[in-house]
């Protein structure tokens, strides 16, 4: 049996130069999403390079703004493309979160993708220790131990 579903759309109304900003930022995601995560660590890495940290408001901003634009960003499959198109946003903005890839600490078996500001999960509904990160990307563009450790290159 199944159950209709229907996501949300936020309650978020964005400036036309705000919005084109965010559409261009999940094309590009969308595309980058397809590649290895090699790949899209090397790419998240050079972008993040010389950028500041982002904050959590700004992240949070960021977030709201790829989902007001992309039903695929918005859906329960859509962690990859809204974690990355968030980066490539805060990314145009002159500062990127930590970007994050890992998998649930509790039964069953589940991979997620999201993003971190200040330390902590923006957007998430996620308990604390929920989730455990396989590959980061920090602001300054050095993927975390993580990801050496864990065989994603």
Not at 13 to 29: D, E, K, Q, S
Not at 109 to 128: D, I, K, N, R, T
């Amino acid at each position: 049996m199944t159950a209709p579903m229907t996501v949300e759309r936020p309650e978020v109304t964005l400036a036309p130069g705000r919005h084109l900003a965010a559409l261009l930022a999940v094309a590009a995601a969308r595309i980058l999403a397809t590649r290895r995560p090699a790949r899209i660590r090397q790419v998240l890495a050079r972008l993040a390079a010389h950028a500041g940290p982002a904050g959590r408001a700004e992240v949070l901003a960021a977030r709201q703004a790829v989902m007001a634009v992309s039903l695929t960003c918005r859906g329960a499959r859509g962690c990859v493309p809204r974690s990355l198109a968030t980066t490539l946003l805060c990314r145009a903005g002159g500062s990127v979160p930590t970007w994050c890839v890992g998998v649930r600490t509790v039964a069953p078996f589940g991979a997620h993708a999201w993003v971190e500001a200040e330390g902590e999960m923006v957007g998430e509904s996620l308990p604390p220790g929920y989730l455990r990160a396989l590959l980061r990307v920090d602001p300054g563009g050095a993927p975390a131990a993580a990801a050496a450790e864990g065989g994603w290159s």
